[in-house]
């Protein structure tokens, strides 16, 4: 199977996210940023959110006139930054590229945690998203969707799945797909996508959800093979892949998303500001280009739009968890 990219016109014209905004001119609110901005992120440096922030931070940097600066603060899947910026002055100057793990499911999984995702934050833009790849090994039986989950659903068999770990994106929407299928699977946990590769390439697991980043090189160097695609639309992600959601299970989509995010109470105004400079950084040809070569697509919003998102995103998850009892002390 051959993994080639979607035309950057059909990108510009359907992957412009939750919505087209007039966002031509910018109104900037007063003298802002008057000094350098830090955005922290979550992550190490180098994986899918650090890449996509460090390019809208340059960009920013470049239509704002003033530096953004990123500052990796990795642990506890985002917990670390989400602490340190919860506890920032709302003043604009100490931004969060906050991802999906951070703010709709971690509040879910783990029993002490120390911020509320609506209440501690201020959406400012949704960023990017990307659909996750239902892969398995170049030599795996399994060469459908259907044929897999029919494996599954023979009580006499056992499938087995790789995350990035308990509670990450990839290991819900795996428990998602198990629940709505009904197959028999039991799930791996790995420190993250990558250390969980070389098992799934010899078949010590049977499958994996992945980002494209992580499996398209893989597929293409003949290690890997896709079976679906857990997107939530055909113009995202790698062509001519079967989309689970749209006759497999009805509704399911798997997409890790990321967003633009400051303490609660920073002023309109700013947020105002910061949210058309996000927007305009997005509907840049460049940028859609250098996001698609990640597998990334424009996600654009509204703050309001953004905090919507939140609020789906974790009452859906929230109910996943729930009933796959997943708790992380």
């Not at 931070?57 to 990123?70: I, N, P």
């Not at 997005?282 to 919507?308: M, N, R, W």
Request: glycine letters at 8%; aromatic letters at 8%.
């Amino acid at each position: 199977m051959s993994i080639n990219r979607r035309s950057m016109l059909g990108l510009a014209a359907a992957c412009i996210g939750v919505a087209t905004l007039g966002v031509s001119s910018l109104a900037y609110a007063g003298t802002y940023p008057e000094k350098p901005v830090s955005v922290y992120i979550g992550f190490s440096a180098g994986g899918p959110t650090d890449m996509v922030g460090r390019l809208v931070a340059d960009k920013l940097s470049q239509k704002l006139g003033q530096t953004f600066v990123v500052e990796n603060k990795a642990g506890a899947s985002g917990v670390v930054a989400a602490n340190l910026v919860k506890k920032a002055d709302p003043d604009g100057y100490t931004l969060m590229l906050g991802s999906s793990s951070t703010l709709s499911i971690i509040p879910h999984v783990y029993k002490d945690i120390q911020y509320d995702a609506i209440e501690d934050f201020t959406p400012v833009a949704l960023v990017a998203s990307y659909p996750y790849y239902l892969a398995v090994p170049a030599n795996s039986p399994f060469k459908t969707f259907d044929e897999l989950v029919a494996y599954g659903l023979d009580k006499n068999n056992q499938l087995s799945y790789a995350s990035a770990g308990t509670g990450a994106v990839n290991h819900l929407a795996g428990e998602w797909l198990k629940q709505e299928t009904e197959i028999n699977a039991l799930h791996v946990p790995y420190k993250g996508d990558s250390a969980a590769i070389p098992d799934l390439i010899a078949g010590r697991v049977d499958f994996a959800l992945l980002a494209g980043i992580v499996a398209l090189p893989q597929v293409e160097a003949g290690k890997l093979r896709i079976l679906a695609s857990a997107s939530s639309s055909p113009d995202k992600g790698a062509p001519n892949i079967e989309i689970i959601g749209q006759e497999k299970v009805p509704g399911f989509d798997a997409e890790p998303w990321n967003g633009l995010m400051g303490p609660a109470g920073m002023p309109e105004d700013l947020v105002k500001t910061l949210n058309a400079a996000v927007n305009e950084v997005l509907l840049d040809p460049e940028v859609q280009a250098q996001l698609l070569t990640l597998d990334q697509y424009p996600f654009t919003s509204t703050p309001d739009q953004f905090k919507q998102h939140i609020e789906g995103q974790s009452a859906r998850w929230a109910e996943i968890i729930k009933n796959a009892n997943i708790v992380i002390e």
